[in-house]
């Protein structure tokens, strides 16, 4: 089935050490978003590729960079993950315009 | 500025009853509305789009300008609905790419 797959489910990183997440699709969609959702909050949109150009959000640290090297992978790397940015990070893809979100199941990213 | 409300985080009902999970928006220009669920372990996924104006699951909303609303109905509960549902809101047709915005999400709980 096409989808959005992350990987790993589950990361644990130590304070300040670098860490990268990544996704892939096999979807074909132009589309790939990153959202940080921490516990009983909203996913919060971190940036989001639109084919190779990247769009950050306004509030999105430093911290936070993406790469996408082809159509079907992005990554999320995270400079020096301090204790607040444990969350699940979710990659979402879509064809642009008003089409919905496929989302993937996301990283549980602990930090120690 | 986009933003969504969703005003009870939690919600439950009976197996048969109506249920309803409100959702409101701000938004200065046109939007488009869209209702996401999550099952337990499971990954976040559309569950309908405004302009669709289709059904799925038996569940239903309607884009009211006037109100700002877009409120997700089902008349009958089943215990498999038991989900947590976003209510997430779209600029239209962005040639960068559209930005979902989401709400804090309702946890509804189908009772026996």
């Known amino acids: 089935d096409a989808m959005v797959i992350q990987n790993p489910r589950y990361q644990v990183t130590q304070f300040g050490k670098p860490v990268t997440l990544s996704c892939s699709q096999t979807l074909n969609h132009n589309v790939m978003y990153w959202y940080q959702q921490k516990s009983s909050q909203a996913p919060k949109l971190l940036f989001h590729y639109y084919d190779k150009d990247f769009n950050n959000e306004a509030d999105t640290p430093d911290n936070f960079q993406s790469r996408r090297p082809n159509t079907s992978f992005c990554f999320l790397d995270i400079r020096s993950p301090g204790l607040g940015d444990a969350a699940m990070y979710l990659c979402?893809?879509?064809?642009?315009?008003?089409?919905?979100?496929?989302f993937g199941s996301g990283t549980r990213l602990t930090v120690v | 500025a986009q933003r969504v409300t969703q005003p009870e985080k939690l919600l439950s009902v009976f197996k048969g009853a109506p249920v309803e999970l409100k959702c409101n928006y701000s938004?200065?220009?046109?939007?488009?509305l869209f209702w996401y669920v999550q099952y337990s372990r499971q990954r976040l996924q559309l569950l309908l789009r405004h302009i669709s104006r289709e059904s799925i699951k038996g569940f239903t909303a309607d884009l009211n300008k006037g109100e700002t609303s877009f409120h997700l109905k089902k008349p009958f509960a089943q215990e498999e609905d038991s989900a947590m549902y976003y209510c997430a809101l779209s600029r239209v047709r962005e040639t960068s790419g559209s930005r979902l915005t989401f709400g804090e999400g309702t946890q509804l709980t189908v009772n026996p």
């Open positions: 979402a893809t879509s064809r642009g315009g008003g089409y919905g979100y496929t």
């Open positions: 938004y200065s220009g046109s939007p488009e």
